[in-house]
């Protein structure tokens, strides 16, 4: 079980009074609860000496609520060792209504000043914020927990790494990119740009590490990671992740750890390793590792063994077991630290280990007529969703290397079924329902699968070969076709290896099931004193349903009484099932039968001779016949051309299947159109007009679907139903909407072709790029008829609520509103007389309807009051 109470590695801390301080850097994490609640920390580095204080911060969940979140513990700030940082912790519950994509943000004045890369940082509002999905879809989540905190030092012209130390406790998938630092109302600050390097500033996408290379200034620096978390190629959080970098001029050298490669194991092996980290200043170190193995139950250890001047070294070890394994690696990270009197450097090495769950063992092949039951041991490691079975003809020494599941293409074994729960223990194949022909040695591998995606090694090989009946039979075909004189060849091969003792004399029973029967029924019985009579033709029965199944049972004399001889085998006659599309059919071979079939040749009826001609031949046992006309009947015989090993040698066989029509009708939906939505917006003008404006194009693949018309929808949130727009002729590619909501809104476009055949709906969602609501700064209540009464800039109208108070340079409130006009007009709510020119403060709930719900947000500001008589008392 994995555990919650997670501490951040290299985190020793302390426990001071000093007061909280401007921000440096943080993030929020989320752990998931239970239905729609979750518990949420938000994390945040502050700065020592300053006195600026925050045990309470102001939390919007993305649902239209905010919260006050309480710092944890309330009273006390924990100091990062060897730093002037604090570590900060506010954790709160929150409970969603119900399913969708929600922003969750945490703004707070202001930043730190002097951060090189912000413009006018001190000024500038401090923002994190995290993305989540809740949906019946993807089940519960836990965002990753990054455990290297986002405060970190950089000597100028040297390179410069960090990695976030990312642990998902659910085993998903991350990934990460460099983005842009947020402020206001989690927006990119404006004027941003990032960190100044000689050569590059980039991460990797896959393990995290950033490398700036190299810095080429001193001073402070702040960047944001972008931490994503994904769950079967869906996006399912987004951790927005602010870290700030101080860069220093030094003659330092920082530390050089040893090289750690990656790492594979199956669960119950053990990574250990040594581990020397040097320093070419002579400089003491002090060694941290952190990551997944740190957080699991069972975790891995890591220890210092031995230091001195430029050196010091360590072991890794972890004893890993079936819980520990997963498909997505854990991340470590070494950290190396020296404790130079000048600047402290690191040198951080970061790694991955993927614990493999074990193979399914004491893998049986149980054969049977045609087919063959394959048993296995229920997994005891771990619990599988269920178990792939894997085939080839002929056996493979398969060695997997140490970091391969399944089954590589490589070997030759080919997918071909699974079963689903962890207690399954068995599978018979029987050829997908033809049946497994005798003669062959038919292999099989099994591995286990689990719900994260992951894949166990593959088990050991085992191998079965049926033996052919008796008498082994090698043709069902169709002779006529006819619905009251169809007629059907059999053959077979003579019968060996009797017994000796009877030697006679014999005879055949013929056997058939009909299409319409689910049992056999004796037909003929054929006298046969030397073995030889092995064919027959059945007929006067319908060959126009199908198919026909047939045995052929060997009897003997013996001491005057007729003994059936075991092993008659079964075969099908052969028959095609056809699906119909636009323009084209395709045409399934089937067949239930002991003999391989190499390759089948297609004939379809020519209309005007009513004769059979050949259009193709295909080794495989689908064929497409295209190019053809729809609503309109075509008529289809195959002829199937294969062997039978048998009796150490190679018979060679050819059946002519029942006869089969196909009309091919458009029920192909065209491609779904290419669609981008823009927002176009009038931000300062009175008119305040917004629209979104939609423009669609058909894929180059399908540009040759007969659209004839274009449907377009939307919706007003995320899961919500779409409604018709508007429907537009095929000669029309865009579109113009003026929503009446709110300008974020999901839309669709379709594609309809003539046979109505209408294409899938993508959405595409468009969200606000034009700010919604905003407040003048300047107000004139000077009766001159202009700017008299103090408005927002409200879009489109869309803000139908807010919570606005103004108070004066004394903190007392002298107006409030819940209009979003405001229509202040300039006078003091208590007394009714007009304010004094000054500047007066300001904070307004705004109450903004988005894709995912209303959501409240608050400005603050001031107001700069020219009311025209200085010489009113201030109110």
């Not at 070419?280 to 230091?307: C, K, L, N, R």
């Not at 004893?319 to 450097?345: G, W």
């Not at 092949?365 to 003809?393: F, H, K, N, Q």
Request: hydrophobic fraction near 30%; include cysteine; charged fraction near 20%.
């Amino acid at each position: 079980m994995i555990r919650y109470n997670i501490i951040l590695f290299f985190l020793f801390c302390f426990v001071t009074n000093t007061l909280a301080t401007h921000n440096r850097a943080g993030e929020i994490t989320y752990k998931h609860l239970g239905g729609y609640t979750y518990e949420f920390t938000i994390t945040t580095y502050t700065f020592v000496y300053s006195q600026a204080n925050r045990k309470e911060l102001n939390v919007s969940w993305g649902d239209g609520t905010t919260t006050v979140v309480k710092k944890e513990p309330y009273n006390e700030f924990i100091q990062i060792p060897n730093t002037d940082y604090y570590y900060n912790t506010y954790i709160a519950t929150h409970t969603y209504p119900g399913a969708g994509i929600y922003e969750i943000l945490m703004e707070d004045p202001n930043r730190n000043a002097g951060v090189n890369n912000i413009p006018n940082s001190v000024n500038t509002i401090f923002s994190i914020k995290t993305t989540m999905m809740i949906g019946s879809g993807i089940g519960a989540n836990n965002t990753p927990i990054l455990l290297n905190p986002p405060i970190d030092k950089a000597a100028k012209g040297h390179l410069f790494i960090h990695n976030p130390a990312a642990f998902d406790p659910d085993g998903d998938s991350l990934s990460y990119e460099i983005t842009i630092c947020t402020g206001a109302s989690g927006q990119p600050i404006e004027g941003y740009i990032l960190p100044p390097a000689t050569d590059t500033l980039l991460i990797d996408a896959i393990t995290g590490d950033l490398q700036w290379n190299t810095p080429a200034d001193i001073g402070v620096y702040n960047i944001a990671i972008l931490v994503e978390e994904w769950r079967k190629d869906i996006r399912i959080s987004r951790i927005a992740r602010d870290m700030q970098i101080d860069v220093y001029e030094t003659d330092n050298n920082p530390p050089v750890n040893s090289y750690i490669p990656d790492y594979c194991v199956a669960a119950g092996d053990t990574v250990y390793f040594l581990i020397t980290s040097t320093d070419a200043d002579g400089d003491p170190m002090e060694q941290y590792m952190g990551g997944g193995p740190f957080q699991v139950d069972d975790p891995a250890e890591h220890s210092i063994t031995s230091t001195g001047n430029g050196f010091i070294n360590s072991y890794f070890m972890w004893i890993t077991n079936c819980l520990h394994a997963r498909k997505q690696p854990y991340t470590v990270v070494l950290k190396t630290e020296d404790l130079n009197d000048n600047i402290q450097l690191v040198d951080i090495t970061s790694f991955s280990i993927r614990v493999l769950h074990q193979p399914p063992q004491n893998i049986e092949a149980i054969p049977g007529s045609d087919t063959i039951r394959v048993e296995w041991d229920v997994s005891g490691c771990g619990v599988p969703e269920g178990y792939r079975i894997y085939r080839r003809l002929g056996s493979y020494n398969y060695i997997p290397d140490s970091c391969e599941t399944g089954l590589p293409a490589y070997t030759g074994y080919e997918y071909l079924d699974y079963v689903k729960g962890s207690l399954t223990n068995y599978y018979t194949d029987d050829n997908l329902g033809e049946g497994l022909v005798p003669g062959y040695d038919y292999c099989y591998r099994i591995t286990a699968f689990y719900t994260d995606g992951a894949e166990s090694i593959a088990s050991e090989e085992v191998c079965s070969t049926l033996v052919p009946g008796t008498p082994p039979i090698l043709k069902v075909s169709v002779a006529n076709d006819d619905e009251e004189n169809g007629a059907i060849d059999l053959a077979w091969a003579v019968p060996q290896d009797l017994d000796p003792v009877y030697d006679g004399p014999y005879r055949y029973e013929i056997l058939r099931m009909t299409p319409n029967e689910d049992e056999y029924s004796s037909i003929v019985i054929i006298p046969s004193s030397d073995l030889t009579d092995t064919t027959y033709t059945d007929t006067g029965i319908n060959t126009l349903i199908y198919p026909y199944t047939y045995s052929v049972v060997l009897y003997e004399e013996q001491d005057g009484n007729w003994v059936q001889l075991p092993g008659n085998e079964t075969a099908s006659s052969q028959y095609i099932e056809i699906d119909g599309a636009d323009n084209k059919l395709t045409l399934n071979m089937k067949k239930r039968s002991p003999w391989l079939n190499q390759q089948y040749e297609v004939f379809r009826e020519n209309s005007t001779t009513e004769t059979f001609e050949s259009i193709g031949i295909t080794e495989e046992s689908v064929y497409i016949d295209s190019g053809l006309k729809n609503n309109r009947k075509y008529v289809y015989r195959t002829i199937g051309d294969g062997i039978r090993p048998v009796y150490e040698r190679i018979y060679y066989v050819q059946n002519t299947s029942h006869l089969a029509s196909g009309i091919p009708i458009d029920t192909v939906s065209p491609c779904p159109p290419d669609l981008v939505v823009t927002s176009e917006c009038d931000v300062y003008n009175d008119s305040t007009y917004a629209y979104n404006f939609l423009t669609w194009s058909n894929p180059g693949e399908c540009e040759d679907d007969d659209i004839i018309a274009y449907i377009v929808y939307s919706r007003d949130s995320l899961y919500g139903e779409f409604v018709v727009l508007d429907t537009l002729p095929n000669t029309i590619f865009e579109y113009t909407d003026p929503p009446e909501n709110t300008i974020e809104k999901c839309y669709a476009v379709t594609a309809i072709d003539s046979f109505y055949n209408e294409s899938s709906l993508i959405p595409f969602c468009v969200y606000n790029i034009c700010g919604y609501y905003d407040l003048p700064n300047v107000f004139t209540p000077n009766s001159d008829g202009i700017n008299d009464i103090y408005t927002s800039w409200n879009l489109n109208d869309y803000v139908k609520q807010v919570n606005m108070r103004i108070f004066n340079r004394y903190g007392k409130e002298i107006f409030r509103t819940d209009h979003p006009d405001i229509n202040w007009d300039g006078r003091n709510k208590a007394n009714g007389k007009l304010v004094s020119s000054g500047v007066y403060y300001y904070t307004c709930d705004v109450y903004e309807p988005r894709i995912t719900g209303v959501i409240m947000h608050t400005l603050t500001g001031f107001i700069h009051v020219y009311s025209g008589d200085d010489n009113i008392k201030a109110e």
